[in-house]
C-alpha cells in the first residue's frame, strides 16, 4: 500500500516506516483512523516488532550464542552496536550507572536521538537489507503490501 497523499505520496507506507520513523510516529498521533495508511502502518509496526533479531549478536559475554533481544544505548544516543541477550547483563558493557537504556520495539524509539538510524539498525538486524525494495519489503515483512488487516491498536506518546 502506497501514501495517497502528502510528502510520501505514492511510496509504500513500509518503506516510510523503516526510512522515516517520525514522519509515521506524526501520522499515527494524527488519529487519521479513516484512512487505509493509519491500519497498514499499525500492521507493519507489529509485523516489525515479531521478527527477531537474527542478524545480530550479543557483545555483553564475550559474544554467547543466545539470540539477542535488545539494543543498548548510552545515554539515550545510538554508539555502535551494543546488542544483549535476555542471559546477560548490559551493565557487563562497563557504562556507568543510570546512562544505559535498551530497546527493542520500535514504539521505544519514539523521542530517541537518532531514531531513524536506529529503526534502520533494527532494520538490519532483523535481515532487511540495506537496499530496500518493495520485493525485498514483502518478503520481510511476509505481507502482501496492498493488503490490509484490522490490527491490534499501538499506542504513540511523545516522551
Not at 542471559?87 to 546512562?99: A, G, Q, T
Not at 535498551?102 to 533494527?122: H, M, P, S
Request: hydrophobic share 35%; charged share 30%; glycine share 4%.
Amino acid at each position: 500500500m502506497n501514501f495517497s497523499f502528502g510528502k510520501y505520496k505514492g511510496k509504500p507506507v513500509a518503506w516510510v516506516v523503516i526510512e522515516d520513523p517520525d514522519y509515521i510516529s506524526w501520522f499515527i498521533r494524527q488519529e487519521m483512523k479513516h484512512r487505509n495508511e493509519f491500519d497498514f502502518a499499525i500492521e507493519i509496526i507489529k509485523r516489525f516488532d515479531e521478527i527477531p533479531f537474527s542478524n545480530a549478536s550479543c557483545c555483553a559475554r564475550y559474544h554467547c550464542q543466545n539470540p539477542v533481544e535488545y539494543l543498548c544505548l548510552y545515554d539515550l544516543e545510538y554508539s555502535g552496536e551494543n546488542w544483549v541477550c535476555d542471559y546477560c547483563d548490559p551493565w557487563s558493557l562497563w557504562v556507568r550507572e543510570n546512562k544505559l537504556t535498551t530497546v527493542n520495539k520500535y514504539e521505544e524509539t519514539i523521542g530517541l536521538r537518532n531514531r531513524a538510524k536506529i529503526i534502520k539498525v533494527f532494520a538490519r538486524a532483523k535481515g532487511l537489507s540495506e537496499r530496500i525494495t518493495e520485493k525485498g519489503l514483502r518478503e520481510f515483512f511476509s505481507i502482501e503490501l496492498s493488503s490490509c488487516h484490522r490490527p491490534r491498536e499501538l499506542i504513540f506518546t511523545d516522551t
